[in-house]
T-cell receptor, first 111, second 112 residues
């Protein structure tokens, strides 16, 4: 079983719809992250959380919100999806070594 | 915001050739990581370098961290088709502990 699990893996939705991407991890790490990946733009940080009570904006947080329901769960929401939010989204977690462990990604298409 | 520039963006070579990918910044990083990503999967860590001038080898891959800890390179010797993928560098600096900045990536294709 994967250490970091994302659901759904693929989602097609329409402009204006609310979307939630879920992430759970079995690494026992406190730190969790949501990244967005677009072709040619690498990975850009949306939100991150260092523990259950800690939520921080990343470099591209506008249009997104997150919820840290438990140490193992960190969800990303798009309250009103728009086409330029079409992208591949990755959840990640890290421990003391700094190594990021990524999920397999959630591909979101907004029509 | 610290920026990491990777070059080249795309690289297509024949099996057996050597290649070098560069990751440069004007900022100093406390550590720098290289990840490899295959289609449909998340990035996977290859190496972390933390000391200026450090050289690490992983089979046919050689990683260097610049003396000033602002740049890094990845050299692959005798590339194989299995090396095909997206290579990403990521840096963490002291003022943003726990946050990594990623380069835009180098897409490598190794043809048999």
């Amino acid at each position: 079983d994967a250490d970091v699990t994302q659901t759904p893996r693929n989602r097609i939705t329409k402009t204006g719809k609310r979307i939630m991407l879920e992430c759970s991890q079995t690494k026992g790490h406190d730190r969790m992250y949501w990244y967005r990946q677009d072709p040619g733009l690498g990975l850009r940080l949306i939100y991150y959380s260092f523990d259950v009570k800690d939520i921080n904006k990343g470099e591209i947080s506008d249009g997104y919100s997150v919820s840290r329901q438990a140490q193992a769960k960190f969800s990303l929401s798009l309250e009103s999806a728009i086409p330029n939010q079409t992208a591949l989204y990755f959840c990640a977690t890290t421990g003391d070594t700094g190594e990021l462990f990524f999920g397999e990604g959630s591909r979101l298409t907004v029509l | 915001t610290q920026l990491l520039e990777q070059s080249p963006q795309f690289l297509s070579i024949q099996e057996g050739e050597n290649l070098t990918v560069y990751c440069n910044s004007s900022s100093v990083f406390s550590s720098l990581q290289w990840y490899r990503q295959e289609p449909g999967e998340g990035p996977v860590l290859l190496v972390t370098v933390v000391t200026g001038g450090e050289v690490k080898k992983l089979k046919r891959l050689t990683f260097q961290f610049g003396d000033a800890r602002k740049d890094s390179s990845l050299h692959i010797t005798a590339a194989q088709p299995g090396d095909t993928g997206l290579y990403l560098c990521a840096g963490e600096d002291n003022t943003n502990a726990g946050k990594s900045t990623f380069g835009d990536g180098t897409t490598l294709t190794v043809k048999p």
